[in-house]
């Protein structure tokens, strides 16, 4: 498609903020109106259309893509979303280490520890760890002051949160990951634990290397989707 328009800019709109083409407002995929809680986020909008050149690129526009979902698929349905989220409060990664004589018990111990701590202390919850594979449920408190915790959460924290949650395994990471203080390279660096750990032992192929690339942009996208959200 060629560009048909000159100019993108963001605007104050009735309920928040929107991009437009030529002063000319924009419809989400589904065809509702593409309104958005911050001028950040809608500036972030604009600069995409406005980055495009003769011919338009529809590969192009993650910002789009996620404000669409989130308008789209979330905003009318976000108990469903939530629903989603809560079983990888049950299987987080966090949670279920090597055993104690393992080498990779205590890398797990040194990384995940500490962010599983700090949100229990952060959340008033209790996480249980559980040492191999075999399921163990977390305690039915927890799960329900999760719940509570994501039903305060925005349409565009739950979309962040669904990207981020099923990119790192973890609900604790994605909770993590919303917070105004979240470091992308820390919390990347926990999720990809014990894949950097079968890195460290057989090495590492370009393919890999470039999901993993591909995997983690996806992941700082989603960060600053909700960081956006909040302006």
């Known amino acids: 498609m060629k560009r048909f328009y000159k100019q993108a800019a963001a605007e104050r709109?009735?309920?928040?903020?929107?991009?437009?083409?030529?002063?000319?407002?924009i419809r989400t995929a589904g065809g509702r109106p593409q309104v958005v809680?911050?001028?950040a986020l809608a500036e972030a909008l604009a600069a995409e259309w406005q980055a495009q050149r003769e011919e338009i690129d529809p590969?192009?526009?993650?910002?789009?893509?996620?404000?669409?979902?989130?308008i789209d698929a979330v905003a009318p349905a976000p108990d469903?979303?939530?629903?989603?989220?809560?079983?990888?409060?049950?299987?987080?990664t966090l949670c279920y280490r090597g055993d104690?004589?393992?080498a990779l018990y205590k890398r797990q111990l040194e990384v995940w520890e500490p962010l599983l701590a700090a949100a229990e202390t952060r959340l008033g919850?209790?996480?249980?760890?559980?040492s191999g594979i075999m399921h163990k449920p977390q305690p039915p408190e927890t799960l329900a002051r999760l719940r509570t915790e994501l039903e305060q959460?925005?349409?565009?924290?739950?979309?962040?949160?669904?990207?981020?949650?099923?990119?790192?395994?973890?609900?604790?990471?994605a909770l993590e990951a919303i917070r105004p203080s979240a470091d992308a390279d820390t919390l990347w660096e926990a999720a990809e634990l014990e894949a950097d750990w079968q890195v460290e032992l057989w090495g590492e192929d370009w393919e890999a290397a470039e999901r993993r690339t591909?995997?983690?942009?996806?992941?700082?996208?989603?960060?600053?989707?909700a960081q956006l959200s909040r302006g």
């Open 100 to 102: 104690p004589d393992e």
């Open 80 to 92: 469903a979303v939530i629903t989603e989220l809560l079983p990888y409060a049950e299987t987080d």
């Open 214 to 225: 591909a995997r983690f942009d996806a992941f700082k996208l989603a960060m600053r989707l």
């Open 37 to 39: 809680p911050s001028q």
């Open 125 to 130: 919850v209790s996480f249980s760890r559980i």
């Open 153 to 173: 959460c925005s349409a565009f924290e739950l979309a962040a949160l669904k990207m981020l949650a099923s990119l790192a395994a973890s609900l604790v990471i």
């Open 59 to 70: 590969a192009s526009f993650p910002y789009r893509d996620l404000v669409d979902f989130t």
């Open 13 to 25: 709109c009735d309920g928040g903020w929107r991009a437009t083409l030529d002063g000319r407002p």
